[in-house]
């Protein structure tokens, strides 16, 4: 070993006091010297260090107290190693200095070293200024250590020849020392066969170059000092894999081809075999549930059994027991429960589908149960909907909706709306407050506000407090009430009730009047059609001359003949009782006398009206015809009395 390389060192003294300059010159003091190693025991654990002193830029010169410490670490509190080398007075010249400095052989032990200097001026009292940082030790006093070599790790006298050890050159930059059949070379990394280097690796063959093992133990790579990836082999299917956190964990006695890509205390059961955790923390796929995904989130399960299930992620999301090809795409604490097989819910917070309630699905939304065996069954989204042993049914969204023990039933929004008990394929399309009550099957309530339908296969299109309560009834508007059985009643906003009176009626109430209109011009403009007036009791029938066209005069007293000919009789309708009797002609009678009309099996009041107005007039020249021959005969009578006179 050699003793005579120094320790170089600069130290600055400022206003009479040292104080270090912020950078510093560090010789490589002590070299290993390999001839010398076999006489290593017999040294001395002394070791020379030189250093150099400026005071205001200029070479000190002097007298200076020194103390020498040795320590573990390049800083800190509680490092120091050894003793503690105190010097007083030692003679600095020009800015030189030279110590020999023997802490001993104990400290080095093999680990690495820093030497801490503290300077004063000589016979001072002041504390020691510190240089820093601490000056790591070059190898040479690491030497000390080697006392033992010749026997170290049992290798015995001249195991190793001098013929192995020489490589022949030095080596630069890269390459690695090993043997090439003969001798110790120096060569390349990536000449090395079957080296894989950190450069990466060229001319591969898969198959026969790998990374990995051979034998039926698993690998793990390591991050930080904590496992990063643990591949784990399986002889009856693929690897199981798990990454992330070492708190990850797919259970090793009848798993196989199972996956957990990252995050944190993930873990997959027994018997859940080709399952997969993406990520996330503290997610499960539990026993059994074979083929089944969790994406991430945080406290997502899927129970025993859910096999071929997906939860895509979100905060404690269920999927439970046997609940098998299910799906929860995320969000909040929904829940598929137990054999609720084939179930989906989009997302949303706390939307459940109970048990039993097969092949249905959620949307989203929030609080939306489809509860225990509402097969096949659908919530859109919303809040607070719930399908209650309503198999094949659907609520399309809205707040609060419900349909009760009914099958194949509908809402479709709005707010409050109700299918009840044992009413099946009926319909709410929306509105607020609109109900189908128990048995009213077939029953449709297009909207509004707190309508209801009784009857089966009712309607009540819309409007407000509306009663469709007899079978095939309707009613709309406001408050109109449908009590009989095929009732049709529409009823304006007059603020009252407006009742059905007899099945099959048609009522309407139109305070406002009523118009029919049944013809229309180029334009769009009414030219035929009927007016009941407001309050009046009759319709009275469009004649405006304006709407009409090719006028033909009639003969009013052959109009009266015909008239006159024309079979009047009383008689009732056969869809009437005989005692509701009628006065009038027939169809038939009235077209052939005065051919008139649309057909022969109506007579229209216009044309009724105009052959007694015209019989009227045939009536009345006859009248004035008599009156003309009786004041002629009494103009003659008047003269005949005179000559009898």
Known sequence: MRRDAPQKIELELKQGKPVMKKSFLLFAALTLWIPCLAHAASLSAGFT?????????????GAYDMRFTLHSASSGANTQVGGTIQIASVLVTNGLFKEELDFGASPFDGEDRWLEIGVRPGGGTNSFTVLDPRQRLSPAPYALFAPAAGTAKGVAANAVSVTQLNTGAAPVNGQVLAYNGTALVWTNASTVASAWTLNGNAGTTPGVNFLGTTDNEPLELWVNGSRALRLEPKTNGGPNVTGGSSDNLIATDSVVSATIGGGDHNSIQSGAWNSTISGGCCNTVQLDASYSFIGGGYGNVIQTQAVYSVLGGGLANEIQRKAEYSTVGGGLRNLIRDNAAHGTIGGGSGNEIQEGATDSTIGGGHGNWIETNSVRSSIGGGSGNVLNNAGWSTIAGGVNNVILNSAACSVGGGIGNRVEDRTSYSTVSGGIANVIRTNADYATIGG?????????HATVPGGMLNNASGDFSFAAGSRAKANHTGAFVWADSSGFDFQSLQTNEFAVRATGGARFVSGIDTNGTPVAGVTLPAGSGSWSSLSDRNAKTNFTPINPRELLERLAQLPIQTWNYKTQSESVRHIG???????????????????ATVDEGGVALAAIQGLNQKVEQKETEITELKQRLEKLEKLLE
Request: negative net charge; aromatic residues 8%; charged residues 20%.
């Open 49 to 61: 260090y030189q250093g150099r002193l400026t005071d205001n830029g200029s070479p000190a010169n």
């Open 585 to 603: 002609p027939t169809a038939q009678d009235f077209a052939a006398a005065f051919r008139v009309g649309e057909d022969d099996l109506h007579i």
């Open 448 to 456: 509004g506000d707190a309508n209801i339908c009784d009857g089966s």
